[in-house]
């Protein structure tokens, strides 16, 4: 039988009380989706912990005035831009190539919803379906074929991340877990 989670945090909590004290200096994270909402708030939330965050999203050029914007209010330089679209296989491929440092935060949180006609992917895939079912295992499920890119650290995290979900119960999990390890 599993327990329920407790957290001291509630409903109105923020994302900066949940991390406020957890140090994540030396840590790489990645939050898919930071170009819009809960996204944004979880990246700016880890650089103002320390993390080094790399923004992943579909439209990059658009996503560089957020990554500013985040430098701007935590002082973290270490907020990067890099092009993921989830729905297309060859461009998880080509992130996953690219990223040559260890991770350890992935946030999945990308996803489009309420599309106002049907679109599939190359893979055939419902949009919708391919962003946010899909999207949750992309990164995860590829990456044990690159050496080293999830590390096996007391702070790694994989945090599914869902539209429903506020960044304070994303991010409470992390505090919780990197209070009590690391």
Do not use: Y
Not at 67 to 78: C, D, F, H
Not at 81 to 89: E, K, P, T, W
Not at 114 to 126: N, S, V
Not at 159 to 169: T, V
Request: charged residues 20%.
């Amino acid at each position: 039988m599993s327990q329920r989670f407790q957290s001291p945090f509630g409903r109105h909590s923020t994302a900066s009380e949940v991390i406020d004290g957890v140090d994540l200096s030396g840590k790489r994270a990645i939050v898919t989706g930071a170009s819009s909402g809960i996204g944004i708030e979880t990246a700016r939330a880890l650089a103002s912990a320390g993390a080094e965050v790399a923004l992943a999203v579909r439209r990059p050029q658009a996503a560089e005035e957020i990554a500013a914007g985040i430098v701007r209010s935590t002082g973290n330089t270490k907020v990067s831009v890099r092009a993921l679209d989830l729905s297309d296989q060859d461009s998880v491929r080509r992130f996953l190539a690219a990223w040559d440092h260890p991770l350890h935060i992935l946030v999945n949180n990308a996803g489009i919803m309420a599309l106002p006609e049907l679109e599939r992917t190359r893979e055939g895939w419902e949009m919708q379906f391919a962003s946010v079912v899909e999207q949750d295992d992309a990164i995860a499920q590829q990456a044990p074929a690159l050496p080293g890119l999830i590390c096996h650290d007391p702070c790694g995290q994989v945090i599914r991340c869902r539209p429903f979900r506020a960044p304070r119960l994303v991010l409470t999990h992390l505090s919780l877990r990197c209070r009590a390890a690391c």
